[in-house]
C-alpha cells in the first residue's frame, strides 16, 4: 500500500483501490469487487469508512472472513473506524462479475457463469446451452452436478479432453 | 377459534411479524438440520454434496430470518439464542421438517413438497411490506428455484425409475401428504399477516403450490394420495404442537451450545 499522510482523511478511490487487493478466500483469482460483492463504500465526514457488502449465497461460509480480509486490509492503510455493512438487496448475481473476470475465472480453470436467467419457479430438466470446457475450449461437455465444492460453482465433464472441470454457477 | 386447554402453553407472542419470522426461520433451521444428516451417507457422492450444499443454504436463511427475529423481538437474542437456548415447544416450524429423514425417496419426496412451498411463499413474499423480509424472500427465491429443480427432478427419476425406486416414493408420497397439509392449514396470525401485506396468502397460493406438485407427480408415474383439506383444527408445529421426532432432533443440534454456553472457536 503506497504511504498517505495521516492526516488526510482518505477518498472513495483509495478505499477502492484496497479492495480491489482484497482476494476471496475460495476463488482466490478474483477480488471482492471483482466478484461483486462490494456494493458501496461511504466516507464518513467526522472519520471513519463503511463498506456495504452483499453475500453471494445465504448459507456461503466465507463471508465472515471477506469481511475480516475487508476490515483488516483497509486498516493496514493506517484508516481507522473500518465498518462492514451486509446489505441483502438487490440480491447478488453472477452478472455482476466483469469480462475481465470471467477471463481470470477461466485461466485459473473454472469455467466463467453464463447469463443469469430468472423466469418460471420451477424449471426441470431445462436446456442450457453447453458450457465451454476451460482446459480444451471444446463445447462438448456436460452438467453432471449442480452442486460442487462450494456454493457458487457446479461440476462439469469434457468429453473432448475427458476431464472433469467446475462451473462458475450462473445465479 | 378456540383453542383447547389441552395444547402445550406457548406464551404469547409478542406479535404476528416475530411469529412470521420465527416460523419462516424454523422450517428452514429443522429441514437444514435433517438434510445435514446425509452428509457422509448419501447414496452417491454428486448427492451428498447436493445434500450438503442444500442444507447450507437453508442454514443461512434461518440464519438471516432468526437474526430478523431477534431484532423484532427487542430481548437482545441473537440468532444462536434462537436456535439454541428454545425448547422444542417455542419452536414454530410445520411438522413436516421434523419426521426423521427416511430413505433417500422420504427425504426427497419432503423435500420437494416444502421447496414447492419455499419457491411460492418466497416468490409472493418479494413484495411484503417489510422491506427487511421482502430482500430475505428475494435472495432466499433464488437458491430456492434450484432447490426445487434438484428435488423435482429426483422425484421424476425415482418415480419413473424402478419398480423399487417408484414403490418407495409412492409410500414416502403417501406418508407426508397430511403433513404437507398443514403447510397451507392458515390461522388467525396468517390472516392477519397475509390482510396487512407483510406474509403470505396461504390459501391463495395454495392452488399454485397444488399445480406444481400434481403437474411433476404426475409426470413421474406417481398417485396423488387422497387429499387431507388444510384445516385449522389439525395439530400444527406453527402453534408449538410438534411430533415427538422434534425434541430428539434438538436434544442433538442444542447440546454443544448448551453444555458450553458461550463458548467460542
Known amino acids: 500500500m503506497s504511504a498517505r499522510p495521516s492526516d488526510a482523511s482518505p477518498t472513495r478511490d483509495d478505499i477502492l483501490a484496497i479492495l480491489d487487493t482484497v482476494m476471496d478466500p475460495e476463488v482466490p483469482v478474483l477480488s471482492v469487487r471483482e466478484l461483486g460483492i462490494v456494493r458501496d463504500v461511504e466516507i464518513h465526514p467526522a472519520g471513519g469508512v463503511t463498506v456495504v457488502v452483499t453475500p453471494t449465497y445465504s448459507g456461503c461460509p466465507a463471508i465472515r472472513v471477506i469481511e475480516q480480509d475487508i476490515t483488516a486490509a483497509i486498516e493496514a492503510a493506517g484508516i481507522a473506524g473500518v465498518t462492514v455493512r451486509t446489505e441483502l438487496s438487490p440480491a447478488w448475481t453472477t452478472d455482476w462479475i466483469g469480462a475481465e473476470a470471467r477471463a481470470k475465472l477461466k485461466s485459473y480453470g473454472i469455467a466463467p457463469p453464463a447469463t443469469a436467467s430468472s423466469g418460471d419457479l420451477v424449471q426441470l430438466f431445462r436446456h442450457r446451452p453447453p458450457t465451454q470446457c476451460p482446459y480444451c475450449d471444446s463445447f462438448d461437455t456436460e452438467l453432471r452436478s449442480e452442486f460442487g465444492s462450494t456454493a457458487c460453482k457446479s461440476v462439469c465433464w469434457c468429453r473432448s479432453c475427458r476431464q472433469p472441470f467446475e462451473e462458475f454457477k450462473a445465479f | ?265
Request: proline residues 5%; glycine residues 6%.
Open chain 2, 1 to 265: 377459534m378456540t383453542i383447547p386447554s389441552v395444547l402445550p402453553a406457548s406464551p404469547a407472542p409478542v406479535h404476528d411479524e416475530l411469529e412470521l419470522l420465527l416460523r419462516l426461520g424454523d422450517d428452514r433451521l429443522i429441514l437444514g438440520h435433517r438434510l445435514s444428516e446425509w452428509c457422509g451417507h448419501a447414496p452417491i457422492l454428486e448427492e451428498d454434496i447436493a445434500l450438503a450444499n442444500v442444507a447450507l443454504d437453508l442454514l443461512g436463511q434461518a440464519t438471516l430470518l432468526l437474526r430478523r427475529a431477534g431484532e423484532v423481538e427487542g430481548k437482545g437474542r441473537d440468532e444462536d439464542a434462537l436456535a439454541y437456548f428454545r425448547d422444542a415447544v417455542d419452536f414454530r416450524c410445520c411438522r413436516l421438517v421434523e419426521l426423521p429423514r427416511g430413505d433417500f425417496a422420504f427425504t426427497i419426496a419432503r423435500q420437494f413438497l416444502f421447496d414447492a412451498y419455499a419457491v411460492v411463499t418466497l416468490d409472493a413474499m418479494k413484495r411484503s411490506t417489510s422491506a427487511e423480509l421482502s430482500a430475505i424472500a428475494e435472495k432466499s427465491l433464488k437458491e430456492a428455484k434450484y432447490h426445487v429443480r434438484h428435488s423435482g427432478e429426483w422425484m421424476l427419476k425415482l418415480g419413473d425409475g424402478s419398480e423399487e425406486s417408484h414403490r418407495r416414493v409412492q409410500r414416502a408420497l403417501d406418508d407426508l401428504w397430511r403433513f404437507a397439509a398443514e403447510l397451507f392449514a392458515a390461522d388467525d396470525v396468517d390472516a392477519r399477516l397475509a390482510a396487512s401485506g407483510m406474509g403470505p396468502d396461504l390459501p391463495a397460493l395454495h392452488a399454485q403450490w397444488n399445480a406444481i406438485v400434481r403437474d411433476v407427480v404426475g409426470r413421474a408415474t406417481l398417485t396423488v394420495p387422497h387429499d387431507t383439506p388444510p384445516s385449522p383444527h389439525m395439530p400444527s408445529g406453527r402453534r408449538g404442537m410438534h411430533t415427538e421426532h422434534l425434541g430428539h432432533l434438538l436434544a442433538e443440534m442444542q447440546i454443544v451450545a448448551r453444555s458450553h454456553p458461550g463458548a467460542r472457536w
